[in-house]
């Protein structure tokens, strides 16, 4: 008995395969970038252009450390381009576009520096707890001085 279902996984698979081999993606490398400051990631597409909606993400990679950092689970490559935020302290970076469906299928930038650092303020759970720490033995030696003048 023919599994009608494990046809359709199949023929799904390869329509996927089939439609990205025909085309290919150029990332324009990024220049002059500061860390807080909003650029424009852009991107050209050659070769047939998909029909269908082809799931990638975008993403940085820091070249110290080789972490990845998603900057977009769900980009619309088609569109060629989105802003970006710079979020990453100063550092060697490249950009990458990575079929969903094929993580193996991954087009990167030329390497590009950020300069600068982001500003951030007490803003995580970490800053709270080290903040704490330094205000509460500065309140209860505080308070000590107070019962001793008392």
């Given at each position: 008995m023919v599994d009608y279902?494990?046809?359709f996984v199949i023929l799904i698979i390869n329509y996927y395969t089939i439609a990205e081999a025909f085309f290919s993606i150029t990332?324009?490398?990024l220049q002059n970038v500061q860390a807080d400051t909003t650029v424009q990631i852009s991107w050209t597409l050659?070769?047939?252009?998909?029909?269908?909606?082809?799931p990638f993400v975008l993403g940085i990679t820091d070249l110290k450390t080789s972490n990845d950092t998603i900057l977009d689970n769900n980009v619309d490559i088609i569109k060629g381009g989105?802003?970006?935020k710079v979020s990453v302290a100063g550092g060697n970076y490249k950009l990458f576009l990575r079929n969903l469906i094929d993580s193996s299928n991954v087009y990167y930038s030329a390497p590009f520096i950020v300069t600068g650092r982001i500003s951030k303020g007490i803003?995580?759970?970490t800053d709270l707890l080290h903040a704490n720490r330094v205000v509460i033995p500065v309140i209860v030696i505080a308070?000590?001085?107070?019962i001793i003048l008392i």
């Open positions: 279902r494990l046809i990332i324009y490398p050659s070769g047939t252009q998909p029909t269908q909606p082809v989105e802003p970006w803003s995580t759970t308070a000590t001085i107070v």
